[in-house]
């Protein structure tokens, strides 16, 4: 085991294939995130209801103030309980995504409400219809401001990831620990493990930096 | 609706008195671990303020590094990883360090654009007037800094509280741990769960409220363009 190379041939392996699931797991909870959170974004910006702006409240603050952990246990053990059976995988790409859904929610409402009220009333007022206004008008100016936040929500995203190795999901921290047990590496496999997610989550924080800078620029 | 509500009837009395003294414990973790990170985190910023390019280069680097790794993978080294070294840290004092370091990366550049939201001319008026750079410290930046940035700070003690929870895996008495054992014991992971959530909820609301509350003020008498 002392030989650098069989370690390598070893360790990296199991680690890069837990690469490959961590960026499944987080590109899966991306995408429900984005997809929900800007339907909650919707409803709070435009929705005239009041029981439904009250629900969109209630879900963000649940998801907010409850650590994801929780969230991945009820999910994962909790519903296996009364029957509904998730595999790993789904719970934790389920569990983040419906989490980060309340981040990007209020990402969402910030770039819709970084908008002069003026654009949508002059896009009604010229005869465009209320979706019409939103797809054209409104959703690319907003993810146009949102982009910066969307890349830091994208780079935590990853980090979050390790956390459902608790769950058994296999990614780079559930191969990083069974790789302790098996080769008592410890120090050097959970110091590969944490550079890889580095590497993972630095070229997304370095985006966030440079379109925030890049959009900030034009004011 | 009612076989889920019928276990909190028979053991909710019992859950709770273990489960309310493993809050105490993810209290106490966060409280320490925050103030860790409030030091760190000020140590940090102050030296990113450095006239030496090389202590302000090795900040910046810190704040990177520790950002883009999992709070988890931090918890790993120091608890697995060091006692290859000889130093053998116990749960909860690995569990602090953990949380305090992944912190202070969050701190120090919150603290970082406190200091940046502030006037140059302020700085250079008390200078000029003659005040010591100690005195024009600790009298007019640090006090406006901490009130620019008390709605941030707050939400990383929150991101704190909820990151604590991790600290079960490195086998710290904590809430989340203590929750485990239980559904392990009572077979009733659903119930178990969802009551420490709302342990944890109870906890946390309150400061996003006065998180809020806070940031609101803050931005009072200041125009937005909100349609």
Redesign the interface.
């Known amino acids: 085991m002392s030989d650098p190379a069989t370690l390598a041939a070893t360790i990296l392996p199991p680690l890069l294939r837990g690469a490959i699931v961590t960026v499944e797991v987080a590109a899966g909870a991306f995408l429900i995130a984005v997809v929900i959170g800007m339907l909650l974004a919707l409803i709070k910006t435009f929705g005239r209801s009041l029981p439904l702006r009250a629900c969109v409240d209630l879900y963000v603050?649940?998801f907010?103030?409850?650590?994801?952990?929780?969230?991945l246990?009820?999910l994962y053990?909790?519903?296996?309980?009364?029957g509904v059976k998730l595999t790993s995988l789904s719970a934790a790409i389920l569990g983040l995504g419906l989490i980060g859904a309340a981040t990007l929610a209020d990402v969402f409402r910030a770039g819709?409400?970084?908008?002069?009220?003026?654009q949508?009333e002059a896009a009604l007022a010229i005869g465009m219809t209320p979706g019409t206004v939103l797809r054209f008008i409104l959703m690319p100016q907003a993810l146009r401001t949102t982009l910066p936040p969307l890349a830091n929500y994208g780079?935590q995203l990853v980090?979050?990831t390790?956390?459902v190795?608790?769950i058994a999901a296999p990614e780079i921290?559930f191969f990083?620990?069974s790789l302790?047990t098996s080769t008592f590496e410890?120090?050097l496999i959970?110091?590969s493990?944490?550079l890889l997610?580095?590497a993972l989550?630095?070229p997304l924080?370095f985006a966030a930096g440079r379109l925030e800078k890049r959009l900030g620029g034009g004011r | 609706m009612n076989s889920?509500l019928t276990p909190f009837a028979d053991n909710g009395s019992i859950w709770l008195s273990v489960l309310l003294p493993a809050a105490g414990t993810t209290a106490s973790l966060t409280i320490t671990a925050f103030l860790l990170a409030v030091i760190l985190g000020g140590g940090i910023a102050a030296l990113r303020l450095s006239s030496l390019s090389a202590l302000r280069r090795s900040a910046q680097i810190y704040v990177?590094?520790v950002?883009?790794?999992?709070?988890?993978?931090?918890l790993?080294?120091l608890y697995?990883?060091?006692?290859?070294?000889g130093i053998a840290l116990d749960p909860f004092t690995a569990a602090t360090l953990g949380l305090g370091i992944s912190s202070s990366a969050y701190v120090a550049e919150i603290i970082r654009a406190g200091l940046d939201a502030l006037h140059k001319g302020q700085r250079e008026a008390a200078l000029a007037i003659g005040m010591k750079p100690r005195i024009l410290y600790q009298t007019i930046i640090l006090p406006q800094v901490l009130r620019i940035s008390l709605p941030a700070l707050l939400s990383t003690l929150?991101a704190l509280?909820?990151?604590?929870?991790?600290c079960?895996?490195i086998t710290v008495d904590e809430l989340?741990l203590t929750?485990?054992a239980l559904?392990t014991e009572y077979?009733?992971?659903?119930?178990i769960?969802?009551l420490?959530?709302v342990i944890?909820?109870a906890i946390?609301?309150p400061l996003?409220l006065l998180s809020r509350r806070l940031e609101r003020r803050l931005l009072r008498g200041r125009r937005?363009?909100?349609?």
Do not use: C
């Not at chain 1, 819709?112 to 003026?118: I, V």
């Open positions: 603050e649940t907010r103030n409850v650590p994801a952990l929780t969230h246990f009820i053990f909790g519903l296996a309980s009364i819709f409400q970084s908008l002069h009220a003026g949508r780079a980090k979050d390790s956390i190795a608790a921290m990083a620990r302790v410890t120090t959970y110091l493990a944490a997610y580095l989550s630095l924080s | 889920f990177e590094i950002r883009g790794v999992p709070v988890l993978a931090i790993f080294l697995f990883g060091l006692p290859g070294y929150i509280l909820k990151d604590s929870s991790l079960a895996l989340m929750a485990r559904s077979f009733q992971p659903l119930q769960f969802v420490t959530g944890y909820f946390a609301w996003s937005t363009v909100a349609g």
